[in-house]
T-cell receptor
Framework: GAGVSQSPRYKVAKRGQDVALRCDPI?????LFWYQQALGQGPEFLTY????????KSGLPSDRFFAERPEGSVSTLKIQRTQQEDSAVYLC??????????????????FGPGTRLTVL | AQSVTQLDSHVSVSEGTPVLLRCNYS??????LFWYVQHPNKGLQLLLK??????LVKGINGFEAEFKKSETSFHLTKPSAHMSDAAEYFC????????????FGKGTHLIIQP
């Protein structure tokens, strides 16, 4: 079956513009994650959904970042008033389920190709 | 809290020789540990994962890793490197105890010399 897809693959924005990044998870996957990967660094967690509920947004760097998953499938990460430090690759991942509070029960996360955001 | 330290930012080996990528972790809970590989302009691909079953984990493309609790290590090895192994490798930990996302190391860039 199809993997995780993300669009657009590349986005160039002028500082101050709003952007919206889309993620289509693997069909049937309950959990969806967003990560930010700066150049030369490992991905860093931004936020997590279980179905349509956003259960963790502790990694969002500022209130300019907003994510939603209204129908429990496709998710959108929105960045308002973009700044140069927002330039990064934004990765989406999905997994079948997550048993919160059960150590070691994490299901494998499958990653999309990412969206490379460049803010000029 | 959980964290991952990849001890080498770059590793260079000759084709056909063994590969060793080192990773140490810390976690407040019994962790799940993963190795992911990222080829240029491609998505992250899971190589293998440890989730408290056998301590020696076999993955794809001939890679394997051994979980050593006493040393808090999860090093990645391969007996014989291939040119196609050149990529960025990430050691990843997930504790499951309230921290929902994965915690990635900074990555090790594997270079394969012909």
């Amino acid at each position: 079956g199809a993997g995780v897809s993300q669009s657009p693959r590349y986005k160039v924005a002028k500082r101050g513009q709003d952007v919206a990044l889309r993620c289509d998870p693997i069909s049937g996957h309950v959990s969806l994650f967003w990560y930010q990967q700066a150049l030369g660094q490992g991905p860093e967690f931004l936020t997590y959904f279980q179905n349509e509920a956003q259960l963790d947004k502790s990694g969002l760097p500022s209130d300019r970042f907003f994510a939603e998953r209204p129908e429990g499938s496709v998710s959108t990460l929105k960045i308002q008033r973009t700044q140069q430090e927002d330039s990064a690759v934004y990765l989406c991942a999905s997994s079948t389920k997550r048993l919160a509070g059960f150590p070691g029960s994490t299901d494998t996360q499958y990653f999309g190709p990412g969206t490379r955001l460049t803010v000029l | 809290a959980q964290s991952v330290t990849q001890l080498d930012s770059h590793v260079s080996v000759s084709e056909g020789t063994p590969v060793l990528l080192r990773c140490n972790y810390s976690s407040s809970y019994s962790p799940s540990l993963f190795w992911y590989v990222q080829h240029p302009n491609k998505g992250l691909q899971l190589l293998l994962k440890y989730t408290s079953a056998a301590t020696l984990v076999k993955g794809i493309n001939g890679f394997e890793a051994e979980f050593k609790k006493s040393e808090t290590s999860f090093h990645l090895t391969k007996p014989s490197a291939h040119m196609s192994d050149a990529a960025e490798y990430f050691c990843v930990v997930s504790s499951g105890g309230g921290a929902d996302g994965l915690t990635f190391g900074k990555g090790t860039h594997l270079i394969i010399q012909p």
